[in-house]
């Protein structure tokens, strides 16, 4: 039976932390072990880790660590998981693991094969906080995951994420600089997704919780998608972050990738000055977003200069 290695950051998470844990544990997949790296928390969350610790020494390994946030913290485990385990997967504190999680990741990754890094996401059962159902998000994505759409955008709930040991190699063989990764999540669809295989999986393989800190996926009409997604680029205008992040890429893979994806971020990269520039660039480029309004709404910004 593969092992399983499960890679949980934890920050102030006492309320939802026991019963992630008892998910956990409830697995159907028994091979697994589950390192915990709490991010400097502040509340009783420590405490609650270290008596699980205690109490499953055998499967959990926990890490008090200093507050340096989720990016770093979840960067931080993946560089201190275990090569010897055969798959690995990002978990969260707040969700709740549905029992078949692991057994289905290890069918798929499987299938995958081992030659090459691999990586299989699933959509999510979007609850309340009392894990009463909302809607399944996203349903179904329109377009394969690939790396032309892992440049400029994320569809891969970290929580759902499985990848196999040559994908963890890729990513520990090089340090990105947390300051120009978007997420964790993100910087590993993009790196697997350039030199392996990426699969998606409809059925959902966790609880997540919506709060206050983490409500996704809830726009309704187009017009809602649309302002939303205005609203986030207004936010971080001239901050770059798409071209840093895959600047970042470019810096650690760049001499690694085929000749056909090291041209289109090359011309990602590429400053655009002019509105022919753009034009000749939305010409020759094969990025794409998972949906129409969104790459309507992109191309758009790439025209006014926004991008």
């Known amino acids: 039976m593969k092992k399983f290695e499960i890679l949980l950051s934890t920050y102030n998470g006492e309320r939802y932390i026991s019963e992630q844990l008892n998910s956990l544990m409830n697995q159907t997949h028994r091979n697994f072990n589950i390192i915990i790296r709490d991010d400097g ?28 946030g ?51 996401f699933t959509s999510t059962q979007m609850t309340t906080s009392d894990l009463t159902p909302i809607k399944v998000w996203p349903s179904a994505i329109s377009k394969v995951p690939s790396f032309y759409n892992a440049l400029i955008q994320n569809i891969a709930v970290g929580a759902t994420i499985a990848f196999n040991r040559e994908a963890r190699s890729l990513l520990c063989s090089k340090q990105p600089s ?6 964790h999540d993100w910087w590993v669809y993009l790196c697997v997704s350039a030199f392996g295989k990426v699969r998606f999986e409809p059925e959902p393989s966790i609880l997540y ?44 893979y760049g001499d690694q990738v085929d000749s056909d994806k090291r041209e289109q971020l090359t011309l990602f990269l590429a400053p655009r000055p002019k509105t022919r520039d753009r034009m000749t660039y939305l010409y020759r480029s094969k990025l794409y977003r998972q949906s129409t309004v969104e790459q309507v709404l992109f191309k758009f910004l790439i025209l006014i200069h926004y991008v």
């Open 178 to 183: 947390a300051e120009n990764v978007l997420m």
């Open 209 to 252: 919780r919506q709060h206050a800190n983490n409500v996704v996926g809830g726009e309704g009409s187009t017009w809602d998608k649309i302002k939303k997604k205005w609203q986030s680029y207004r936010k971080h205008k001239g901050r770059r972050l798409l071209h840093k992040q895959a600047l970042e890429f470019y810096t650690l």
């Open 41 to 68: 928390s502040t509340d009783q969350t420590s405490a609650i880790v270290s008596q699980w610790a205690s109490n499953y020494p055998d499967w959990i390994r926990f890490v008090p660590g200093e507050n340096i």
């Open 70 to 120: 989720v990016i770093k913290s979840f960067l931080w485990l993946l560089q201190h998981s275990s090569s010897d385990s055969d798959y690995f997967c990002f978990c969260d504190q707040d969700d709740v693991w549905m029992p078949h999680k692991l057994t289905s990741a290890a069918t798929h990754l499987e299938s995958l094969g081992t030659s090459n890094p691999a990586m299989v």
